[in-house]
């Protein structure tokens, strides 16, 4: 199977759009940034879980054993990289 080219993009229905970017603009942060920093508040909570940390364990021994592939084979975007959001 050949590489895949995965774009990241976030669709949000609009209204989640319109209080994500208000609620960004109260706290005087971009969309991304606010929504960065919801994504690893919500993430860091489930990893406090150990049911979680089981089950991401047990996938990225399949992932290494060939037998699942997140994303295709496409590296995670850099730090500060532009990630597009559509209001869908």
Do not use: W
């Not at 949000?12 to 929504?35: G, H, Q, T």
């Not at 089950?55 to 290494?64: G, H, M, N, T």
């Amino acid at each position: 199977m050949g590489r895949r080219s995965v774009q990241y993009c976030l669709r949000l229905p609009p209204a989640l759009y319109k209080d994500a970017v208000d609620l960004a603009l109260v706290f005087d942060l971009s969309l991304n940034r606010f929504l960065a920093a919801a994504i690893e508040k919500y993430v860091a909570s489930q990893l406090q879980q150990e049911s979680t940390k089981r089950a991401i364990e047990r996938v990225r021994e399949a992932r290494s054993a060939g037998l699942v592939s997140a994303l295709g084979d496409a590296e995670p975007p850099e730090q500060d990289s532009d990630i597009h959001f559509d209001s869908a």
